[in-house]
Structure formats: structure tokens, C-alpha cells
């Protein structure tokens, strides 16, 4: 496995770093100042994103794997740093059009859908004229196990009508928001539970939808929206099916690979703003006659931050090298633990930030709650951590039947009298 950047990656990277520098971060406070006034989107996304787009800094996630498919043709380990860069500013992603949900969506309808679909909806999500949402999880089932999903979904003529209620709908009150991708269930009674559901396209103007209420995430409302959406009798053309009746596990695992792995890039990158927070911090202000990081449990932070970045970023590293590698399939066992591992690290870092800054570090002053709320919720959001933990476990105890009884030449106790 070699981690070395190309030298294409090198370059954009470069370009990248220069943009967030010149045109992002000077913005930081006007992001806020504008949202907490109540303007979304802010004033100057538009430019940005025209402005990034211009200098070919768009769609940088999506690989291009055949000559006219669309995308910068950059491989998941090259995308790696760069999300690492745009993580650093929690609405940075959007002006490179490499936002999450919507590069999951795209990635499914590049994927899985008709050449009708693609130009109604993944052309205009590529130009990013408009914004999307992904609608799984119910607020009347445990849907860490997407086999719980009830929203039914039933053929009637030439349409679908769908029934059910939706939460977590991320992005779903973003004014751009035009689309939502929704599993449900099509064939509830299957005796196999992976062909039940679908996945379907829905308009977010359907008739029959309506978003309820924007959820705040630990006490916050997001202006993009966690939306609770209830489908009642919503109808749509039977041709907004994605790929086939029965498919919508399928296209759900594949669409969560990549998903898994943005979100974990980026939080790489938030890990690096609370280290490098944490270190200037501490050595600016003294308790005791001594600075911060003097006191050896401030340094034992550090230190340890620093080591927990590099193995976590190290194994994002990885993974991304085997998605490219061996697919998303391939890559199974990689993903759950980066998805477990990452939020974690994050919020370890992120805590000890902190409390090294005292009281600031739990106000708006500092972007140290955003990213503490950001490591609490990818914990759950994506798939809990315990879901991975035991696929990872179960990966483990499936491959040791190859060799089962390796351990006993380990083992040495005294023979029975
Ligand atoms: C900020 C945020 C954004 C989100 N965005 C979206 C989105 O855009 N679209 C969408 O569809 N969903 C979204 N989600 C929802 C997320 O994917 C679900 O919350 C998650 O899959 C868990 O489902 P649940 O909340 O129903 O928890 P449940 O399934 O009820 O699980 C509760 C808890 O049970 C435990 N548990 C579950 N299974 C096991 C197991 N096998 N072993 C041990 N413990 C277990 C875990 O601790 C888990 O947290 C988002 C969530 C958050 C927080």
C-alpha cells in the first residue's frame, strides 16, 4: 500500500488549501453572523461555488470510472486530504459541491439510475443548481436495522403512493432542497428481509409531503434541517424507482460505503482544528506560573491527540486505498472500523480542547461545541457505533473458520493428571 499523493492530487491539493485559505476561513464569522440573522443560504455561497467551480475545485469526490462518466477522476485516496481540508470549516464541502448528503445521492443515481433520472436530477445536483436529502430512518422503528423501515411504498397503475413518516431527513429545509431519495417497502411480506425495501425519488413538492418539524440535534436547529417528513398518499410516476423493485438494500449499502468514508475524511479534519486550538491555547495562558501545556496532564492531551490523529487518519488512509482497490464490498470490514473509530477520536480531542480552554471553549466564541456536537452525532448518525463494532467482530469470528484452531498451538497447559 503506498499513501504517497500523486502529484495531479499534490497540485489540487494545493489549490484547495489556497481556496480555504483566501476565500473560506476569512469568512468564518460572516457564516455565523449571517445564520444566527436568520439568512440561509448565506449571501456569498453562490460566488464561492461559482468561484470553485471555475478554478475546477468541484465534484471532487466522485471517481470517474468510465471515460464519459462524470467526475474529477480523483481515486478515494486522493479525495482523502482534500476532505480533510474541507472538514476543517463545517460548511466548506457545499462550496466544492462535495457536501454530504448530496454526494452520497450522487453517487447512487450515478450509479443505479436511468438515463432519464440522471438528467433530471444528478445533472443539476452536479451543477449544483439544486440540493438533496436521504430519507431512511423512522421515528417508530429502531432503524439501525434498516430492515425495520415500514414507509410502504405500492404500486398503483402507473405510480407509486407512499405512506409513512421519516426523521433525521438531513438537508430536507435547505431552501435548495428539490429531491429526497427514500426507502420503504415494497414487497413487505418477502420471506428474505434484504428484498423488501426500494428506493424511490420523490420531489420534495410532491403533494402529500410535508415536513413537520426541523428536529434540533442536542438542542440546536440546523438551518439545513434533520427533518421529520410525513408521506401521506404521496404519488409519483413508477418510473422514479431506483434500479429495480427489491433493490433498495442493496443500493443502500453501496450508497453508505462512500458515505461512511467522506464523513470520517472530514472529521480527520476537525480532530486537526481542536489539536492545533488546544496547542495555541495552551501556550498562551499560565495557571500556577506555569503555561498550559507545562502542566503534564495538558501535554498528556497533546501528545496523545496527536497519536490518535495519526491512526485514525492512517486508517481512513486504508480504507480508502481498499475501496479503490477491491470496492466498497471489499472495503466492508475497513469502513465499520473507521466509522467506529474517527467520531471517536474526534470527540476525545474536541473534549480536551475544551476543558483546555476553559469556559470559551463552551461557547460560540470558539467552533469547539460544533465540532463536539458534529463528533456526538456521526456516533450515531451513519449507523451507531455498536452496529459496526459487531460487523467488525463478525468479519473477524467469519475468517477465523478458515484456520479455526490456530490458537491451540498458542497454548501450553500442563497436561491433565
Ligand atoms: C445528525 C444526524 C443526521 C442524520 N441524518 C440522517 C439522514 O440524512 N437520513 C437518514 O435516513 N437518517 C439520518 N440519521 C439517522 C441515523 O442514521 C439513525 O439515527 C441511526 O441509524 C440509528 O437509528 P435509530 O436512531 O433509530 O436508533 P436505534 O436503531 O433505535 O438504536 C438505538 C441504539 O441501540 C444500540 N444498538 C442498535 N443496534 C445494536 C447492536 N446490534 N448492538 C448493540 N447496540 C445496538 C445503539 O447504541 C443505538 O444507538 C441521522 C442521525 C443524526 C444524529
Redesign the pocket.
Known amino acids: 500500500m503506498d499513501f504517497s499523493p500523486s502529484p495531479k492530487a499534490t497540485e489540487i491539493y494545493h489549490r484547495v488549501e489556497n481556496f480555504m485559505d483566501d476565500h473560506i476561513i476569512p469568512r468564518i464569522r460572516q457564516w455565523n453572523d449571517e445564520v444566527h440573522a436568520g439568512i440561509f443560504p448565506v449571501s456569498f455561497m453562490d460566488d464561492l461555488k461559482a468561484l470553485a467551480r471555475e478554478e475546477g475545485l468541484w465534484n471532487l469526490f466522485l471517481p470517474g470510472l468510465e471515460d464519459d462518466d462524470p467526475g474529477c477522476r480523483l481515486t478515494n485516496l486522493e479525495y482523502a486530504p482534500l476532505a480533510e481540508l474541507m472538514g476543517r470549516v463545517h460548511w466548506a464541502s457545499e462550496v466544492f459541491n462535495c457536501s454530504a ?1 448530496d454526494t452520497g445521492n450522487m453517487e447512487v443515481l450515478h450509479m443505479f439510475a436511468t438515463e432519464e433520472q440522471r438528467e433530471q436530477w444528478l445533472v443539476p445536483l452536479m451543477n449544483g443548481e439544486i440540493r438533496s ?5 423512522e421515528p417508530d422503528v ?4 434498516a430492515s425495520n423501515i415500514q414507509t410502504a411504498i405500492v404500486r398503483d397503475g402507473d405510480d407509486y403512493v407512499i405512506n409513512g413518516r ?1 426523521w ?3 438537508n430536507s429545509a435547505h431552501p435548495n432542497c428539490r429531491i429526497l431519495i427514500l426507502m420503504g417497502k415494497t414487497d413487505p411480506d418477502n420471506e428474505n428481509r434484504h428484498r423488501q425495501q426500494s428506493m424511490i425519488l420523490v420531489p420534495l413538492d410532491t403533494e402529500g409531503v410535508e415536513l413537520v418539524r426541523n428536529v434540533p ?1 442536542m438542542n440546536h436547529v440546523a438551518p439545513e434541517g ?1 427533518c421529520e417528513v410525513v408521506f401521506r398518499n404521496a404519488r409519483v410516476p413508477a418510473s422514479n424507482l431506483i434500479r429495480n423493485e427489491g433493490d433498495g438494500f442493496m443500493i443502500a449499502q453501496a450508497r453508505l460505503g462512500p458515505g461512511r468514508i467522506h464523513h470520517c475524511m472530514r472529521a480527520i479534519g476537525m480532530a486537526e482544528v481542536a489539536l492545533r486550538l488546544m496547542v495555541e491555547r495552551s501556550q498562551e495562558r499560565k495557571t500556577f506560573g506555569k503555561y498550559l501545556h507545562q502542566h503534564g496532564v495538558v501535554s498528556d492531551w497533546i501528545g496523545r491527540a496527536r497519536m490518535e490523529i495519526e491512526q485514525a487518519r492512517l486508517l481512513v488512509l486504508k480504507t480508502a486505498w481498499m475501496i479503490d482497490n477491491a470496492g466498497a464490498k471489499g472495503a466492508a470490514k475497513e469502513i465499520a472500523m473507521i466509522k467506529a473509530v474517527v467520531p471517536s477520536v474526534l470527540g476525545r480531542v474536541v473534549d480536551h480542547a475544551q476543558q483546555t480552554f476553559g469556559a470559551m471553549g463552551l461557547t460560540p466564541d470558539a467552533p469547539l461545541v460544533d465540532l463536539y456536537m458534529a463528533s456526538r ?1 456521526l456516533r ?5 457505533d ?2 459496526h463494532i ?1 460487523s467488525v467482530a463478525r468479519q473477524e469470528i467469519k475468517a477465523s473458520k478458515d484456520d479455526f484452531g490456530l490458537s491451540a498451538k498458542y497454548l501450553t497447559p500442563p497436561d491433565r493428571l
Open positions: 448528503p436529502a436521504f430519507a431512511m430512518t429502531a432503524s439501525s436495522d421519516k433525521f431527513t438531513s440535534v434533520h452525532a450515531i448518525a451513519d449507523g451507531p455498536e452496529v459487531r
